[in-house]
Structure formats: structure tokens, C-alpha cells
């Protein structure tokens, strides 16, 4: 099993930037696939970001050249770091983890982008 904590949302003003923060409850030096993911009220969770255990990234067409994705396999944490930030980024922010075949999720951490 995997247990993910997100951090590091909270409200932020339109252009501004955040980065979020994802703690894995094991070694993720063996996760091939860990990912960031949204839910904006009324929406289907949409794919933002994944990263392999290689390092190759993928991104949303809706988020490239905006967010970044990284890993810090010594401290079990994947970061997404978003900047440039419009309302409609506004959302609850998920980190997900593909082990030994299955999805592990986490709790999620809001993010509201407003004047």
C-alpha cells in the first residue's frame, strides 16, 4: 500500500504561483507513475501531470508551460509547481501513485485562485 499527503494549497491571486507537495508513505524510487490530478466543483477529475520513475514528464494541454512536475525520490515526494495561475485552475489538487498495479490517491488539497 501506498498512503499520499498533499500540501500546499491555499488562495492565491490570479497570476500568482504555488507549489504543491506530495509525501508518499513508502520509497517511491520503485513507482514507475505518480501523477497530479483536479476537481473543480461540478467537473470530472481531470489529469494534469505525471512523472515517471525515469523522470520522463507528460502534461495536460491545459497546463503545459504553466506547471511543473518533479520528484524527490530521496524524500518520497513528487512537487507540482504551478505558476501563472487563472481562476479556472481553481480545484481540489490530487496526487496519485500507480503500485504493484493498483491507484493509491490522496486526500487532496484546495486551491483557489481569486482576486
Known amino acids: 500500500q501506498v498512503q499520499l499527503v498533499e500540501s500546499g494549497g491555499g488562495l492565491v491571486q490570479p497570476g500568482g504561483s504555488l507549489r504543491l507537495s506530495c509525501v508518499a508513505s513508502?520509497?517511491?524510487?520503485?513507482?514507475?507513475?505518480m501523477g497530479w490530478y483536479r476537481q473543480a466543483p461540478g467537473k470530472q477529475r481531470e489529469f494534469l501531470a505525471s512523472i515517471t520513475s525515469a523522470g520522463t514528464t507528460n502534461y495536460a494541454d491545459s497546463v503545459k508551460g504553466r506547471f511543473t512536475i518533479s520528484r524527490d525520490n530521496a524524500n518520497n515526494t513528487v512537487y507540482l509547481q504551478m505558476n501563472d495561475l487563472k481562476p479556472e485552475d481553481t480545484a481540489v489538487y490530487y496526487c496519485k501513485s500507480v503500485f504493484a498495479g493498483r491507484g493509491y490517491w490522496g486526500q487532496g488539497t484546495q486551491v483557489t485562485v481569486s482576486s
Open positions: 513508502r520509497s517511491i524510487f520503485s513507482i514507475n507513475h
